[in-house]
T-cell receptor, first 113, second 112 residues
């Protein structure tokens, strides 16, 4: 089946720094990728829809200047958390569409000290 | 506004028993209803999905039952095993390629 990878799997950073998370579709091309955030013991909340070659579409309440999304190619989307703060600590998960199915990456655990 | 309501929040089932998780949706435009399984520290994995033109879909030990008039769908795990212990999420979307709205999740524990 289709595989989606994320890098890094976990990252710890200091408050005020920026962190980039990569999402790759390994054996298929994805024109659309989605970024989710999941707090402990909670559901996945969609942050934004990333479209190759165009600007991302952000969900209500998600700051686009804080969570920068770049979908540079059909196999890569990146999420940059700028000026991270402890409240940004969460599990970030991307997903990509392959045909009629959505596949999720393994997630990235971000801890902001 | 929670568009997909999932219950129960947690569930304990004996090995070999049937696990049942229920979801209800509000938006009648939804036409794709997948179930995902998530283990701690991992991303969700697609288990099974259904479209509203079908009332039931079975894949191995997993069955989705769909009631369009009631706007409800449920996941049944037959012969539940300890390895099934995970968090299960129902979801819904308008079409396959559109954004998913997730339920709150159900933590399933299968006791051996």
């Amino acid at each position: 089946g289709a595989v989606v990878s994320q890098h890094p799997s976990r990252v710890i950073c200091k408050s005020g720094t920026s962190v980039k998370i990569e999402c790759r579709s390994l054996d298929f091309q994805a024109t659309t990728m989605f970024w989710y955030r999941q707090f402990p013991k909670q559901s996945l909340m969609l942050m934004a829809t990333s479209n190759e070659g165009s600007k991302a579409t952000y969900e209500q309440g998600v700051e686009k200047d804080k969570f920068l999304i770049n979908h540079a190619s059909l196999t890569l989307s990146t999420l940059t958390v700028t000026s991270a703060h402890p409240e940004d600590s969460s599990f970030y998960i991307c997903s990509a569409i392959a045909g009629s199915l959505k596949f999720f990456g393994p997630g990235t655990r971000l801890t902001v000290l | 506004q929670q568009q997909v309501k999932q219950s129960p929040q947690s569930l304990i089932v004996q090995k070999g028993g049937i696990s049942i998780i229920n979801c209800a949706y509000e938006n009648t435009a939804f036409d794709y209803f997948p179930w995902y399984q998530q283990f701690p520290g991992k991303g969700p994995a697609l288990l099974i999905a259904i479209r509203p033109d079908v009332s039931e879909k079975k894949e191995g030990r997993f069955t989705i039952s769909f009631n369009k008039s009631a706007k409800q769908f449920s996941l049944h795990i037959m012969d539940s095993q300890p390895g099934d212990s995970a968090t299960y999420f129902c979801a819904a979307s308008k079409g396959h390629g559109n954004k998913l709205v997730f339920g709150a999740g159900t933590i399933l524990r299968v006791k051996s």
